[in-house]
Protein backbone atom coordinates (compact mmCIF):
# COMPACT_ATOMS: atom_id res chain seq x y z
CA UNK A 1 0.00 0.00 0.00
CA UNK A 2 1.28 3.37 -1.10
CA UNK A 3 2.02 5.74 1.76
CA UNK A 4 -0.67 8.28 2.16
CA UNK A 5 -0.09 11.97 1.27
CA UNK A 6 -0.85 15.29 2.77
CA UNK A 7 -3.31 16.08 0.08
CA UNK A 8 -5.24 12.45 0.12
CA UNK A 9 -5.73 13.07 3.78
CA UNK A 10 -7.28 15.71 4.08
CA UNK A 11 -9.54 15.27 0.78
CA UNK A 12 -10.43 12.46 2.95
CA UNK A 13 -11.14 14.50 6.74
CA UNK A 14 -13.24 17.11 4.55
CA UNK A 15 -15.45 14.38 2.67
CA UNK A 16 -15.80 13.36 6.74
CA UNK A 17 -17.70 16.66 7.41
CA UNK A 18 -20.41 16.49 4.89
CA UNK A 19 -21.32 13.21 5.92
CA UNK A 20 -23.32 14.23 9.42
CA UNK A 21 -20.83 12.32 11.59
CA UNK A 22 -20.57 12.58 15.06
CA UNK A 23 -17.65 15.24 16.55
CA UNK A 24 -16.00 12.50 17.87
CA UNK A 25 -15.85 10.07 15.04
CA UNK A 26 -14.53 13.22 12.81
CA UNK A 27 -11.72 14.30 15.20
CA UNK A 28 -10.72 10.82 16.41
CA UNK A 29 -10.06 10.30 12.70
CA UNK A 30 -8.52 13.03 12.19
CA UNK A 31 -5.87 12.60 15.60
CA UNK A 32 -5.39 9.18 13.83
CA UNK A 33 -4.27 10.91 10.16
CA UNK A 34 -2.46 13.42 12.07
CA UNK A 35 0.56 10.56 12.75
CA UNK A 36 0.04 9.51 8.81
CA UNK A 37 1.34 12.54 7.25
CA UNK A 38 2.81 14.46 10.15
CA UNK A 39 6.20 13.44 12.17
CA UNK A 40 4.67 12.80 15.08
CA UNK A 41 3.99 10.13 17.58
CA UNK A 42 0.85 10.95 19.61
CA UNK A 43 -1.84 13.83 19.23
CA UNK A 44 -5.03 14.99 21.05
CA UNK A 45 -7.18 17.80 21.39
CA UNK A 46 -8.21 19.29 24.16
CA UNK A 47 -11.59 22.18 24.19
CA UNK A 48 -12.25 24.96 26.05
CA UNK A 49 -16.01 24.73 27.57
CA UNK A 50 -17.74 27.33 28.98
CA UNK A 51 -18.50 26.10 32.18
CA UNK A 52 -15.87 23.35 33.34
CA UNK A 53 -13.33 24.76 31.22
CA UNK A 54 -10.52 22.86 29.52
CA UNK A 55 -11.20 18.98 28.42
CA UNK A 56 -9.67 16.21 26.66
CA UNK A 57 -11.82 15.46 23.41
CA UNK A 58 -10.03 12.78 21.81
CA UNK A 59 -6.25 11.25 21.80
CA UNK A 60 -4.66 8.73 19.92
CA UNK A 61 -3.47 7.09 22.74
CA UNK A 62 -3.40 6.54 27.05
CA UNK A 63 -0.43 8.32 27.29
CA UNK A 64 -1.44 11.33 24.95
CA UNK A 65 -5.00 11.02 26.98
CA UNK A 66 -3.15 11.40 30.49
CA UNK A 67 -0.64 14.03 29.64
CA UNK A 68 -3.63 16.30 28.19
CA UNK A 69 -5.54 15.91 31.50
CA UNK A 70 -2.19 16.54 33.32
CA UNK A 71 -2.20 20.03 31.60
CA UNK A 72 -5.60 20.81 32.05
CA UNK A 73 -5.54 20.04 35.26
CA UNK A 74 -2.36 22.12 36.26
CA UNK A 75 -3.41 25.00 33.65
CA UNK A 76 0.14 24.82 31.75
CA UNK A 77 1.38 23.26 28.84
CA UNK A 78 1.54 23.81 25.09
CA UNK A 79 -2.27 22.90 24.21
CA UNK A 80 -3.51 25.37 27.36
CA UNK A 81 -0.94 28.07 25.78
CA UNK A 82 -2.30 27.72 22.07
CA UNK A 83 -5.97 27.75 23.54
CA UNK A 84 -5.22 30.98 25.75
CA UNK A 85 -2.68 32.93 23.04
CA UNK A 86 -4.48 31.49 19.86
CA UNK A 87 -0.70 31.12 18.09
CA UNK A 88 0.92 28.09 17.39
CA UNK A 89 3.12 26.76 20.11
CA UNK A 90 6.45 24.71 19.49
CA UNK A 91 8.91 23.16 21.94
CA UNK A 92 11.98 21.07 20.77
CA UNK A 93 14.60 19.20 23.37
CA UNK A 94 14.36 18.23 26.63
CA UNK A 95 15.27 21.19 27.52
CA UNK A 96 12.80 23.61 26.23
CA UNK A 97 10.64 21.56 27.10
CA UNK A 98 11.02 21.39 30.68
CA UNK A 99 11.80 24.85 30.89
CA UNK A 100 9.03 26.41 29.29
CA UNK A 101 6.37 24.14 31.34
CA UNK A 102 8.55 22.79 34.27
CA UNK A 103 6.44 20.86 35.94
CA UNK A 104 4.14 19.71 32.59
CA UNK A 105 7.18 19.84 30.65
CA UNK A 106 8.83 16.55 32.87
CA UNK A 107 5.64 14.92 32.33
CA UNK A 108 6.13 15.31 28.35
CA UNK A 109 9.88 14.30 28.69
CA UNK A 110 9.27 11.14 30.60
CA UNK A 111 6.69 10.01 28.25
CA UNK A 112 9.40 10.10 25.59
CA UNK A 113 8.59 12.81 24.15
CA UNK A 114 11.15 15.34 22.61
CA UNK A 115 9.13 17.59 20.80
CA UNK A 116 5.67 19.45 21.03
CA UNK A 117 3.54 21.43 18.89
CA UNK A 118 0.34 23.13 19.33
CA UNK A 119 -1.92 24.38 16.70
CA UNK A 120 -4.98 26.63 18.08
CA UNK A 121 -8.59 25.65 16.99
CA UNK A 122 -9.73 28.78 15.81
CA UNK A 123 -13.16 30.01 15.26
CA UNK A 124 -14.05 33.66 14.44
CA UNK A 125 -11.09 34.95 16.28
CA UNK A 126 -11.61 32.77 19.40
CA UNK A 127 -9.42 29.86 20.10
CA UNK A 128 -12.17 27.05 21.10
CA UNK A 129 -9.49 24.39 21.60
CA UNK A 130 -6.02 23.37 20.57
CA UNK A 131 -4.65 19.81 18.52
CA UNK A 132 -1.47 18.77 20.48
CA UNK A 133 0.95 17.08 18.67
CA UNK A 134 3.79 14.76 20.25
CA UNK A 135 7.10 13.72 18.73
CA UNK A 136 9.52 11.06 20.10
CA UNK A 137 12.24 12.90 17.55
CA UNK A 138 13.41 16.20 17.53
CA UNK A 139 13.75 16.84 13.74
CA UNK A 140 12.53 20.68 12.60
CA UNK A 141 9.19 20.54 10.77
CA UNK A 142 8.91 21.70 7.06
CA UNK A 143 6.92 24.97 6.18
CA UNK A 144 4.47 21.66 4.37
CA UNK A 145 4.38 19.81 8.09
CA UNK A 146 3.62 22.92 9.66
CA UNK A 147 0.71 23.96 6.91
CA UNK A 148 -0.88 20.92 7.05
CA UNK A 149 -0.91 20.88 10.80
CA UNK A 150 -3.02 23.85 10.74
CA UNK A 151 -5.41 22.51 7.87
CA UNK A 152 -6.16 19.89 10.15
CA UNK A 153 -6.95 21.94 13.21
CA UNK A 154 -8.61 24.08 10.95
CA UNK A 155 -10.97 21.10 10.13
CA UNK A 156 -11.40 19.87 14.01
CA UNK A 157 -12.67 23.23 14.18
CA UNK A 158 -15.16 23.12 11.29
CA UNK A 159 -16.00 19.69 12.49
CA UNK A 160 -17.01 21.37 16.18
CA UNK A 161 -18.14 24.19 15.03
CA UNK A 162 -20.47 23.19 11.25
CA UNK A 163 -20.83 26.68 9.77
CA UNK A 164 -24.67 27.88 10.11
CA UNK A 165 -24.07 26.33 13.50
CA UNK A 166 -21.22 28.78 14.54
CA UNK A 167 -22.67 31.48 17.50
CA UNK A 168 -21.10 30.35 20.58
CA UNK A 169 -23.63 28.95 22.69
CA UNK A 170 -24.65 26.45 19.28
CA UNK A 171 -20.71 25.91 19.55
CA UNK A 172 -20.76 25.03 23.81
CA UNK A 173 -23.45 23.12 23.25
CA UNK A 174 -21.97 20.51 20.58
CA UNK A 175 -18.90 20.46 22.59
CA UNK A 176 -21.01 19.08 25.52
CA UNK A 177 -22.89 16.59 23.55
CA UNK A 178 -19.15 15.37 22.17
CA UNK A 179 -17.75 15.26 25.41
CA UNK A 180 -20.81 13.43 26.86
CA UNK A 181 -19.79 10.88 23.71
CA UNK A 182 -16.24 10.79 24.71
CA UNK A 183 -17.24 9.89 28.82
CA UNK A 184 -19.15 7.11 27.38
CA UNK A 185 -16.38 5.97 24.92
CA UNK A 186 -13.92 5.75 28.09
CA UNK A 187 -16.03 3.84 29.68
CA UNK A 188 -16.24 1.02 27.13
CA UNK A 189 -12.69 0.90 26.61
CA UNK A 190 -12.25 0.49 29.80
CA UNK A 191 -14.81 -2.81 29.80
CA UNK A 192 -12.87 -4.17 27.18
CA UNK A 193 -9.33 -3.59 28.83
CA UNK A 194 -10.87 -5.54 31.97
CA UNK A 195 -13.09 -8.11 29.83
CA UNK A 196 -11.05 -9.12 26.86
CA UNK A 197 -7.09 -7.96 29.24
CA UNK A 198 -6.12 -5.55 27.18
CA UNK A 199 -3.94 -2.61 28.01
CA UNK A 200 -5.88 1.00 27.50
CA UNK A 201 -4.50 1.88 24.24
CA UNK A 202 -5.16 -1.65 22.66
CA UNK A 203 -8.54 -1.19 23.74
CA UNK A 204 -9.33 1.99 22.56
CA UNK A 205 -7.69 -0.01 19.00
CA UNK A 206 -10.24 -2.02 19.67
CA UNK A 207 -13.23 0.56 19.85
CA UNK A 208 -12.11 2.02 16.66
CA UNK A 209 -12.03 -1.78 14.86
CA UNK A 210 -15.14 -1.97 15.96
CA UNK A 211 -16.30 1.47 14.81
CA UNK A 212 -15.67 0.42 10.76
CA UNK A 213 -19.31 0.60 10.58
CA UNK A 214 -21.02 2.12 13.29
CA UNK A 215 -20.18 5.84 15.01
CA UNK A 216 -17.12 5.59 18.06
CA UNK A 217 -20.31 6.39 20.27
CA UNK A 218 -22.69 3.61 19.23
CA UNK A 219 -19.82 1.16 19.69
CA UNK A 220 -19.21 2.58 22.78
CA UNK A 221 -23.11 2.05 23.75
CA UNK A 222 -22.98 -1.22 22.54
CA UNK A 223 -20.27 -2.14 24.73
CA UNK A 224 -21.89 -0.90 27.80
CA UNK A 225 -25.22 -2.42 27.40
CA UNK A 226 -23.57 -5.94 27.07
CA UNK A 227 -21.47 -5.21 30.06
CA UNK A 228 -24.66 -4.71 32.01
CA UNK A 229 -26.44 -7.47 30.85
CA UNK A 230 -23.16 -9.84 31.88
CA UNK A 231 -23.81 -7.70 35.51
Known amino acids: MSAPTSA ?5 MTALLVQDREITDVVSRLTQECLRVLPV ?13 LQLLTATSHTASQ ?18 LGTA ?9 ARRWPEVGAAVVAAGFRSVHAIPLAWRGDAIGGLNL ?51 I ?18 YDALVERAATRS ?16
Open 216 to 231: LGEVADAVLREAQRRD
Open 8 to 12: GVLAE
Open 89 to 97: VTAVGEDEI
Open 134 to 184: FGRGQDPWSEEDLSVAHSLADLATVAIARPGLGETSAIHARIREALEVRVR
Open 67 to 84: LELYQAMHESGPCVDTIE
Open 41 to 53: DAAAILVSEQSTG
Open 186 to 203: EQAKGVLAQTERLDMDAA
